[in-house]
């Protein structure tokens, strides 16, 4: 399998949407817990802010196949 290499801007904004994909499966971990426990936001708005910006740097904002083979590529088990 061809290794990507990645420039900065696109391992940053692959390194985003993996804290904001943990995020999310923390969250939905969190909903498993005892009942009437406090659940948090889904997504904080700065995790999602963040995302979004990184993906902006990276020129990948609305290019949803470019990121996720990118992704695939540099971290398979995401």
Known sequence: MPTAVLTDRE???????????HT?????DAASGPPG??????????V???AERALR???LAGNEEEF???????????
């Open 11 to 21: 391992r940053t904004a692959v390194q985003a949407y993996l804290r904001l994909l």
């Open 24 to 28: 999310v499966r923390a969250a939905f």
């Open 37 to 46: 426990a406090a659940l948090p936001p889904v997504v904080p708005p700065s």
């Open 48 to 50: 999602l802010a963040e």
């Open 57 to 59: 740097r990276a020129g």
């Open 68 to 78: 996720f083979r990118l992704l695939r590529a540099w971290c398979p088990e995401g």
